[in-house]
């Protein structure tokens, strides 16, 4: 299973970012989609999730101007980020969290996007 990400880049403070993610490969079941972010020298944060039935749910810090959304069922995310603030400059990561079915059994795994870096510049 690969997840690629894509979209970040430099914003001035105000501004909007779409970022999206694919997953590809593997017999992997969606549950739930996620995007994080890391800015330097800072733990890794959940900033929004969403479910195989739709739910979402964001960090306080981005609710109202941060939207994730999903197409192709659950293999097409995106964060659409709007009115960007400098504090939002992170490397975001996208994470898909599911069910791994082998030939015998199955498993709970999670995966991995590579990270795109969204800069916001005031």
């Known amino acids: 299973v690969q997840l690629q990400a894509s979209g970040g880049g430099l914003v001035q403070a105000g501004g909007s970012l779409r970022l999206s993610c694919t997953v590809s490969g593997g017999d992997f079941s969606i549950n739930a989609m996620s995007w994080y972010r890391q800015a330097p020298g800072n733990q890794r944060d959940l900033v929004a999730t969403i479910t195989s039935s739709g739910m979402t749910n964001y960090m306080a810090s981005v609710k109202g101007r941060f939207t994730i959304s999903r197409d192709n069922g659950m293999n097409l995310v995106s964060l659409q980020m709007n009115s960007l603030k400098p504090e939002d400059t992170a490397v975001y990561y996208c994470?898909?969290?599911?069910?791994?079915?082998?030939?015998?059994?199955?498993?709970?795994?999670?995966?991995w996007g590579q990270g795109t870096l969204v800069t916001v510049s005031s």
């Open positions: 994470n898909a969290r599911g069910i791994q079915r082998h030939s015998d059994y199955a498993e709970s795994k999670q995966y």
